[in-house]
């Protein structure tokens, strides 16, 4: 069993850079790929970013590739979500998720989901 915190979301304007972090709790957090989702209103969940359990391989999307980072640390149980150059169109609630693949996590298929953390972008 794995339980997952978010936080770190907030009220950013136009450009700027907000850090999240996913706090894990369970002994098998390194085994697991991890992933950060978004949803915004009215709009289907999408995958944003994700890395697999050695931390050797990432995924971005093309909506964040070059302005978002994630990295992890298993000595912490945490993983990080970098956002730089925000755009208003980056707003939505932000959820952490780990699942068996990088794959799995591509086809929405998380294993463990956290509560959600809410980021604002203002223009």
């Known amino acids: 069993q794995v339980q997952l915190v978010e936080s770190g979301g907030g009220l950013v304007q136009a450009g700027g850079s907000l850090r999240l972090s996913c706090a894990a709790s369970g002994r098998t957090f390194s085994s697991y790929a991890m992933g950060w989702f978004r949803q915004a209103p009215g709009k289907e969940r999408e995958l944003i970013s994700a890395i697999n359990s050695s931390g050797g391989s990432r995924y971005y999307p093309d909506s964040v590739k070059g302005r978002f980072t994630i990295s992890r640390t298993d000595a912490h149980n945490t993983v990080y979500l970098q956002m730089d150059s925000l755009k208003p169109e980056d707003t939505a609630v932000y959820y952490c998720?780990?699942?068996?693949?990088?794959?799995?996590?591509?086809?929405?298929?998380?294993?463990?989901w956290g509560a959600g953390t809410r980021v604002t972008v203002s223009s």
């Open positions: 998720a780990a699942g068996l693949s990088v794959s799995h996590l591509i086809l929405g298929r998380g294993s463990y």
